[in-house]
Structures are given as C-alpha cells and as structure tokens.
C-alpha cells in the first residue's frame, strides 16, 4: 500500500542553521578572513596608511638630518658645535617624531579595527 505523501515523516538529522540577517548586512572581518576583494581593499586601505605615515616620518627625518653635512661643512672650525647639535639639538626632536609615529600607526590601527569589528 503506498503511503500518503502528506503522512509521510522527514527525520532532520543536521544541526539548525540560522536564520540570516537582513540583506544589508554584511561583516569586514569575514570579507578580510575569505581573502575577497572587498576584504583586500580592507588591508590595503590599512596598509597604505602606514605606508603614508612611514613615508612622512622618513621625509622629516631626512629634512632634519639631511643638512647637517652641509651646516658642519660651513663652519669647520666649530668641532664644539657638532657634538652639541648632534647631542642636544637633534635629540629631542627625533624622540618627538618617533612619539608622532608610534601614536599615529596606533591610531591607524585602531581606526581599522573600528571598521571591521563586529556590531
């Protein structure tokens, strides 16, 4: 005799799933953790940033630097001069610039995990 097909059981032997959210929803750190293209522009957008900062600090550290030669070079009879530059005038602000970087990566990370961080 066969059955009725409205009498017949289904057996659900997996786990539920869950409902999904609404469609405008969506998570950075899945796009990030599957490598997609929206997750590589993700990193790239963090990535370039710290390249930006980098690139700055190295261009105000070769400002700062950079004509130190041509100043000892001018007055070679100051030798009392270099080591008082080179030890008092250009020390504090290469402490400076190291904080303004340091502060800054900080900020850019922070930035991003703001960004991709679940809600």
């Known amino acids: 005799m066969p059955q ?7 057996t659900v032997t997996g786990p539920p799933r869950r409902a999904r959210r609404a469609s405008g929803y969506y998570r950075p750190r899945t796009e990030i953790d599957e490598q997609t293209t929206l997750g590589h522009t993700y990193v790239r957008s963090l990535m370039r940033s ?22 000892f070079a001018a007055l070679p009879d100051a030798r009392g001069l270099e080591w008082v530059v080179l030890g008092f005038g250009l020390y504090a602000p290469l402490v400076l610039l190291a904080r303004w970087y340091v502060r ?16």
Do not use: K, S
């Not at 009725?4 to 289904?10: I, L």
């Not at 710290?50 to 100043?71: D, K, S």
């Open 50 to 71: 710290q390249l930006r900062a980098g690139l700055t600090a190295l261009a105000v550290l070769g400002l700062l630097i950079g004509p130190l030669p041509l100043l």
């Open 4 to 10: 009725d097909p409205a009498e017949r059981r289904v």
């Open 104 to 119: 800054r990566a900080e900020r850019n990370e922070r930035d991003f995990v703001r960004l991709v961080e679940d809600r």
